[in-house]
């Protein structure tokens, strides 16, 4: 197995969690939080991860996702030191660091795009972009999703490829293990297949996850030869299957999924920087649930900063919406509320069960008996050697993981 199969990931979004200033900027807002994750190490490994799954880090203009510069540290969070000194300190503690990646599009700040703009079309950088010179009002560029700060880069052109790929040695030379592919849906499967063999080359140990909301998950990974996507099918199910009473979604759901580990093993999550709290969506008690098929059905899983101390937080279509999912922890784990520790220790039961059992990063699911409210399956071993039966129960808000002897190796509820 490489490290990605025994992986467990905690995913911080760091300019939040650090609470750095993200919209009200001001000319004196740089600092040395990236510091601050490191009182949080051991906090992460007692609660059973193997890696750091990090948000943005890169200098950029308000959330992490309008970079301008990718090969430095955000001021707000720090320099190339404290980078190394995560990694130091991470590695001291055998934790693996994935970073996220934002190839798609560029901050409208960026350097080289405005380059581009005061130069016009015969510009150096103007092929980065697909400009539009003639366009009412003034030069309008591609953007990403109607954002028009968020400038979309030309990903037909070579030299796009070739900073891409740059970018990506430059982080995995300084410490990092891999790449999360931020909107990789919203770029062409052939970049990445012109990337992804140029960063393997130096770093063959290296990661990839991409992005991906829909679509057809195996395609997209055969494409573009990147390692896994996120499984927002899963995730989707997980959370409506449970507060709509309806594990038919589930089961149907976790089906596919045994499809997609024919061809890779998914992201899977219950949560992240994007998504309203699984606590919000379905109660606390209730999440436990989903919890409980995170770690028992097959993939990379990751747990989001907040999530496994029972977090509530509801995203916002608006600006600054995403504020209430994305907050700032105290310096250090003892400032954390005492009424959330419960959540941490469910969370550190079913990770230790994980990681007693590595083969569930390959398991498939096989129904035993399903309702609306009640759902029992077993999670195989890909080679049909070894197995586990859990019990998923809405009306007594009850989980239960039996061995195959019917020893009960964790219970809620």
């Avoid at 906090?43 to 430095?72: C, I, N, R």
Wanted: hydrophobic share 40%; proline share 5%.
């Amino acid at each position: 197995m490489t490290w990605v199969e025994h992986a467990v990931l905690w995913q911080v979004y760091p300019l939040g969690m650090t609470g750095a200033p993200i919209r009200d900027r001001v000319a004196d807002d740089a600092g040395h939080r990236l510091r601050r994750l490191e009182p949080w190490l051991d906090y992460a490994v007692e609660l059973g991860a193997s890696g750091l799954s990090l948000g943005p880090v890169f200098e950029s203009q308000t959330h992490g996702y309008d970079s301008t510069d990718q090969l430095a540290i955000d001021r707000r969070l720090g320099d190339d030191q404290d980078f190394d000194a995560l990694v130091a300190a991470c590695r001291e503690r055998g934790l693996r660091i994935v970073l996220d990646g934002v190839f798609n599009h560029v901050g409208a700040g960026h350097p080289y795009f405005q380059q581009a703009l005061r130069e016009g079309p015969g510009s150096r950088y103007a092929s980065w972009f697909r400009i539009d010179w003639d366009a009412p009002g003034g030069p309008r560029a591609a953007n990403f999703e109607g954002h028009s700060s968020l400038v979309a880069l030309d990903h037909t052109q070579p030299e796009v490829a070739e900073y891409v790929a740059g970018v990506m040695r430059h982080w995995l030379a300084r410490g990092a293990d891999g790449w999360r592919l931020d909107a990789a849906y919203a770029v062409p499967p052939e970049f990445w297949a012109r990337v992804l063999p140029a960063v393997r080359a130096d770093h063959p140990d290296a990661w990839f996850v991409g992005e991906v909301i829909h679509g057809d998950y195996a395609a997209i990974v055969a494409e573009s030869g990147m390692d896994s996507v996120t499984q927002y099918e899963l995730w989707k199910a997980l959370w409506s299957s449970l507060l709509d009473r309806n594990l038919f979604e589930l089961d149907w759901c976790l089906t596919r999924h045994d499809g997609f580990l024919e061809h890779f093993s998914p992201q899977t999550s219950v949560g992240n920087h994007d998504v309203t709290r699984i606590a919000s969506r379905v109660g606390p008690e209730r999440a436990v649930l989903a919890v409980v098929v995170l770690m028992t059905t097959g993939g990379v899983p990751s747990v989001y900063y907040g999530d496994e101390q029972a977090f509530t937080g509801v995203k916002e279509e608006r600006l600054g919406g995403d504020d209430a999912v994305r907050p700032a922890l105290p310096d250090d784990p003892s400032g954390l509320d005492p009424e959330g520790w419960w959540m941490y220790r469910v969370h550190q039961q079913l990770i230790g069960l994980r990681r007693r059992h590595p083969w569930l990063v390959h398991a498939r699911t096989e129904k035993v008996e399903l309702t609306n409210t009640r759902y029992v399956y077993t999670a195989r071993s890909a080679d049909g050697e070894q197995s586990l039966t859990v019990e998923l129960d809405l009306d007594a808000t009850r989980a239960v993981v039996r061995d195959p002897a019917g020893t009960v190796l964790f219970q809620h509820g």
